[in-house]
């Protein structure tokens, strides 16, 4: 029996490598893509960054504990108009713009999330829509400040280059986050609420605390992704910004790379964002309908994200660190 | 319990996904992504173009919220194209379109028109549909000087932020409804109830609206807005209700003007004046509601039988190769063409800068009424937007009183007297 077991570990082992292997090489490309590429290149792996860094930040909290949230958009709006405000009416320079919206951000996760979190399954996803469509309509409402529907017009600056890498970083250290996370005792507490909250409650884990943190880090993730979308796009109105469609794409990336693992987000976020856009240069008109039956297939036939199919063929070992 | 739960919304949850996923894609397609040059059919009135191919890029919305609209605006576009390559091309040269979908997202605008510009490279481009993609748009066409003719998107706060390279080709936003209050103040209406879409467009419509109807002596009874993709406003039919305007006035799009007429009739909300942006002027209004469209009034860029340059041809050949009449979304997508092409014909080169100064000093007639010609932020200034009304199967022009072809009915009967 020993000698397969042994096998079966270092196939698993090889797998681990080539998938490791393959995230390096596409973090290297990603480096280097505005050295190389075109700015419509740029753009792209921009957007996709941004997905990706929503995708983390969703995975981070709801991959995690389980409390699926809806309404995720609301906090990469936040960010969005938050440093809006602080470029706009506060003058304020870019960098301490862009950490003013993840720290709004988070401080609305927490003022939410002190709440919002008390409610479980269904409830809280419901609720989580809810709070992110009141907050649309406040900042709607709000125009003197957010000049409401009209949207918010930012200095326009060509900043492409630094936009990039700093959704770049933001992505990186939401990975980084989720991998101290995975690997240390927390991330296995966070795993505990998700099986079951109250066995976990009952074993001396802190729950509310642990809860209230994954959603303020994971807001203020979505809050600096908002904040550098902003800058970058400099037109930012509330339909586009809490758009529903936004927090889909991120719930749609991490499951198809694996919810509550490390590089899921990541791996969904390339392969969906790859696809969608080799599927609307091929055929623009209908990739709408194309990318939809495709979302349906993942979920159909990979209901545990890439990541578990791996695990499942014991290509990729078990490990938390994936 | 509480276990049970949690696991059935996560076992939930992929379906949920692929509902959603379902539902994005569910906003229609369309045939067809970009006009390959003419193939000599009609006579041409010049020599047949020759050489190297002039590419002009756009992206409309012809999926999501407002694919409707935009898809008029594409075949205009393409219809243009097709038009001119018959004339001789551009310079002597073919034309050849590639227009793209950006799903009504202005993110999704903005990466398209950075790929038209740096990937396709395109020598011009023309404008999307909508004032939100045409604000987000238009800030990356000033980064590459691209002169930007904004043929679907009129909110004047595209040109109040100091861009040189782009230009109105019709009324701004606010000045939409001014034929209709004038009919309204002509009539002796004292009242008026006001309401929005809180976006970029129906803003703007909705606050020059009250701020013209104010300055002629009328008094707002009531000012509301709703939001964007809005399903059910049967609570704010009940507001305008209670308030009981003379005249309704909604700054609006298609899908929202359709239901504020519809729960209005469902509600029995009887005003003497009823009025929509945008969505009055399409033919969808009247095939869509039928006798309800009846004496609705709206502002049009443009209309079928106007008396305008060329409009006769535009509409005989526009229908006959889409199968379907023009709207006026069309007429200023195909003016923005004629535009660059005059453009062009004065710069008598591609060189954008020289594109650019001829924009901004030319003055013609297109198919539109009034004439192109803008000021020096670009906002249009001689377009002249008309008033028509829903008779029957028809919309007349019935103001101004130069263009009218029609008398206006007024006022409109209760909802109870009417068939």
């Known amino acids: 029996m020993a000698g397969p077991l042994i096998a079966d570990q270092r196939a698993a082992a090889r797998g681990q490598r080539i998938y490791a292997m393959l995230l390096a090489v596409t973090a290297g490309v990603i480096m280097v893509i505005p050295a190389f590429g075109s700015n419509y290149t740029k753009t792209f792996v921009m957007q996709g960054l941004m997905s990706c860094a929503?995708?983390?930040?969703?995975?981070?909290?709801?991959?995690?504990?389980?409390?699926?949230?809806?309404?995720?958009?609301?906090?990469?709006?936040?960010?969005?108009?938050?440093?809006?405000?602080a470029i706009v009416h506060g003058g304020i320079p870019a960098p301490l713009a862009i950490a003013i919206a993840g720290a709004a951000a988070a401080a609305v996760g927490l003022t939410f999330g002190y709440p919002a979190l008390r409610l479980r399954g269904p409830y809280f996803a419901v609720g989580m829509l809810g709070v992110a469509e009141a907050i649309r309509v406040a900042v709607t409402v709000a125009e003197p400040v957010t000049g409401g529907g009209k949207g918010l017009v930012l200095p326009p600056e060509d900043v492409l280059d630094a936009a990039y890498y700093a959704m770049l970083?933001?992505?990186?250290?939401?990975?980084?986050?989720?991998?101290?996370?995975?690997?240390?005792?927390?991330?296995?507490?966070?795993?505990?609420?998700?099986?079951?909250?109250?066995?976990?409650?009952?074993?001396?884990?802190?729950?509310?605390?642990?809860?209230?943190?994954?959603?303020?880090?994971?807001?203020?993730?979505?809050?600096?992704?908002?904040?550098?979308?902003?800058?970058?796009?400099?037109?930012?109105?509330?339909?586009?910004?809490?758009?529903?469609?936004?927090?889909?794409?991120?719930i749609a990336m991490t499951m198809l790379g694996g919810q509550g693992t490390v590089f899921g987000p990541v791996v969904g976020s390339i392969l969906l964002s790859g696809i969608s856009e080799a599927l609307w240069t091929r055929f623009p008109f209908i990739h709408t309908a194309l990318s939809g039956v495709l979302i349906v297939a993942i979920v159909l036939f990979l209901p545990g994200g890439i990541t578990q199919f791996l695990q499942n063929r014991g290509w990729i070992p078990r490990s938390r660190r994936l | 319990m509480n276990t049970?739960?949690?696991?059935?919304?996560?076992?939930?949850?992929?379906?949920?996904?692929?509902?959603?996923?379902?539902?994005?894609?569910?906003?229609?397609?369309?045939?067809?992504?970009?006009?390959?040059?003419?193939?000599?059919?009609?006579?041409?009135?010049?020599?047949?173009?020759?050489?190297?191919p002039v590419k002009i890029g756009a992206s409309v919305s012809t999926t999501g919220s407002n694919g409707k609209t935009g898809q008029y605006q594409v075949e205009a576009y393409q219809l243009w194209a097709e038009q001119i390559n018959t004339r001789g091309g551009l310079l002597g040269?073919?034309?050849?379109?590639?227009?793209?979908?950006?799903?009504?997202?202005?993110?999704?605008?903005?990466?398209?028109?950075?790929?038209?510009?740096?990937?396709?490279?395109?020598?011009?481009?023309?404008?999307?549909?909508?004032?939100?993609?045409?604000?987000?748009?238009?800030?990356?066409?000033?980064?590459?000087?691209?002169?930007?003719?904004?043929a679907g998107a009129s909110a004047s706060d595209i040109w109040k932020r100091n861009y040189k390279y782009v230009f109105g080709v019709y009324s701004v936003a606010e000045s939409y409804f001014y034929g209709v209050i004038d009919l309204a103040k002509k009539s002796g209406y004292q009242t008026i109830a006001i309401v929005n879409e809180d976006t970029v467009f129906p803003k703007a419509t909705a606050a020059g609206t009250a701020e013209y109807a104010r300055k002629q002596g009328m008094r707002i009874v009531f000012q509301e807005?709703?939001?964007?993709?809005?399903?059910?406003?049967?609570?704010?039919?009940?507001?305008?209700?209670?308030?009981?305007?003379?005249?309704?006035v909604g700054g609006s799009y298609q899908p929202d003007s359709v239901l504020l007429t519809r729960q209005a009739k469902e509600l029995d909300l009887n005003v003497k004046m009823l009025g929509f942006s945008v969505g009055a002027a399409m033919p969808e209004f009247g095939e869509g509601l039928g006798k309800d469209a009846d004496f609705v009034f709206g502002p049009s860029m443009w209309e079928p039988s106007l008396k305008t340059k060329g409009n006769t041809e535009f509409f005989d050949t526009y229908k006959k190769k889409w199968n379907r009449e023009p709207?006026?979304?069309?007429?200023?997508?195909?003016?923005?063409?004629?535009?660059?092409?005059?453009?062009?014909?004065?710069?008598?080169?591609?060189?954008?800068?020289?594109?650019?100064?001829?924009?901004?000093?030319?003055?013609?007639?297109?198919?539109?009424?009034?004439?192109?010609?803008?000021?020096?932020t670009g906002t249009q200034t001689a377009h002249i937007p008309v008033v028509i009304q829903w008779q029957g199967k028809d919309k007349p022009v019935i103001g101004p009183d130069s263009m009218a072809n029609g008398k206006p009915k007024l006022p409109m009967p209760e909802w109870k007297a009417r068939a």
């Open chain 2, 93 to 150: 040269r073919p034309v050849e379109m590639v227009i793209l979908d950006d799903q009504s997202d202005p993110t999704v605008g903005t990466k398209l028109y950075e790929k038209l510009i740096n990937e396709d490279k395109v020598d011009l481009v023309l404008g999307p549909y909508s004032s939100g993609v045409t604000q987000a748009v238009s800030t990356v066409t000033e980064k590459y000087k691209y002169p930007l003719l904004s």
């Open chain 1, 54 to 85: 929503l995708a983390g930040s969703w995975n981070l909290i709801s991959g995690f504990t389980g409390y699926v949230s809806f309404g995720h958009a609301a906090f990469f709006g936040i960010g969005s108009y938050a440093a809006g405000i």
């Open chain 2, 225 to 248: 807005q709703y939001p964007t993709k809005v399903t059910d406003l049967s609570s704010l039919i009940t507001k305008v209700k209670a308030a009981k305007p003379e005249v309704l």
């Open chain 1, 169 to 250: 970083a933001v992505v990186t250290t939401t990975v980084l986050v989720t991998y101290r996370v995975a690997t240390l005792p927390v991330g296995l507490r966070l795993l505990a609420i998700r099986e079951d909250e109250v066995a976990a409650e009952m074993n001396g884990i802190q729950v509310t605390r642990l809860k209230l943190g994954a959603f303020a880090v994971s807001a203020l993730f979505a809050g600096l992704a908002g904040g550098i979308y902003a800058w970058q796009i400099s037109y930012i109105d509330p339909g586009t910004v809490f758009a529903g469609s936004l927090t889909v794409r991120a």
């Open chain 2, 327 to 376: 709207d006026y979304h069309s007429a200023t997508g195909f003016a923005g063409g004629q535009i660059l092409e005059a453009a062009v014909g004065k710069a008598k080169s591609l060189d954008r800068e020289k594109i650019r100064e001829a924009l901004a000093t030319l003055e013609i007639e297109t198919v539109l009424p009034g004439k192109y010609k803008v000021d020096d």
């Open chain 2, 4 to 52: 049970r739960s949690r696991r059935s919304i996560l076992a939930g949850l992929p379906a949920s996904i692929g509902l959603a996923g379902l539902a994005l894609s569910a906003c229609g397609g369309s045939e067809g992504s970009s006009a390959a040059p003419a193939a000599g059919g009609a006579p041409a009135a010049g020599a047949a173009p020759k050489g190297a």
